[in-house]
């Protein structure tokens, strides 16, 4: 099946730093989202991003689908930013319905 | 708009005991997914659904069961609970003629076997 790998695996940023998270996956993707998972464990939608680029507020993602990979930048970064944040894809062949998830990268953003 | 709803959020069961846990949705979603996640983990799909009155099987479906006899619902069962059960359980709806085929998640229901 289709392997999705998220790096870093952990990020440590100070208040106001910027960084860039990476989704890498082996295989053609129908879809694919990008989650943060909060503290308190709650999954919150932050883009649905097949391809192309998305921008919304400190947050952007650019997919590019040919060469099998996403980018989820963040800017000026706030300690409310820190959990986890986890990319997710569809894989493209053989009519799976089913969504994959990268093992997530673990932010903490110290105030 | 409630979204996906998980009932409930949190279960402690006995080694043995079963339990049913159920997820509802209110955007008129085809597709219907359980995932767990384990500690330092990712989710993992368990059982997924394309439509009423279908299922499938995901990456773990062992000791699990699910129905969806309504559109808007789906159930996942635990007919004989294990230690090795105990995790965090996600339901996510998703594919609608507004929506698309972008995933929204309930709140997670906390289970633990003890």
């Known amino acids: 099946g289709i392997q999705v790998e998220q790096s870093p695996p952990d990020l440590i940023l100070q208040e106001g730093a910027n960084s860039t998270l990476r989704c890498n996956f082996s295989d053609s993707v129908n879809n694919l989202q990008w989650f943060h998972q909060n503290p308190w464990g709650q999954l919150i939608n932050l883009f649905y991003i097949p391809s192309g680029t998305k921008q919304n507020g400190r947050l952007s993602a650019t997919t590019v689908a040919t060469e099998r990979y996403s980018l989820l930048y963040i800017s000026s970064s706030q300690t409310t930013d820190s959990g986890v944040y986890f990319c997710?894809?569809?894989?493209?062949?053989?009519?799976?319905?089913?969504?994959?998830f990268g093992a997530g990268t673990r932010l903490f953003v110290k105030a | 708009n409630a979204g996906v709803t998980q009932t409930p959020k949190f279960r402690v069961l006995k080694t043995g005991q079963s339990m049913t846990l159920l997820c509802a949705q209110d955007?008129?979603?085809?597709?219907m997914y359980w995932y767990r996640q384990d500690p330092g983990m990712g989710l993992r799909l368990i059982h997924y659904?394309?439509?009423?009155?279908?299922?499938a099987k995901g990456e773990v479906p062992d000791g699990y069961n699910v129905s969806r006899l309504k559109k808007q619902n789906f159930l996942l069962g635990l007919e004989s609970a294990a230690p090795s059960q105990t995790s965090v359980y996600f339901c996510a709806s998703s594919y609608s003629v507004d929506t698309g085929a972008e995933a929204f998640f309930g709140q997670g229901t906390r289970l633990t076997v003890v």
């Open positions: 659904s394309v439509g009423e009155g279908t299922t």
């Open positions: 955007m008129n979603h085809e597709y």
């Open positions: 997710a894809v569809e894989p493209g062949r053989g009519g799976s319905f089913k969504t994959i």
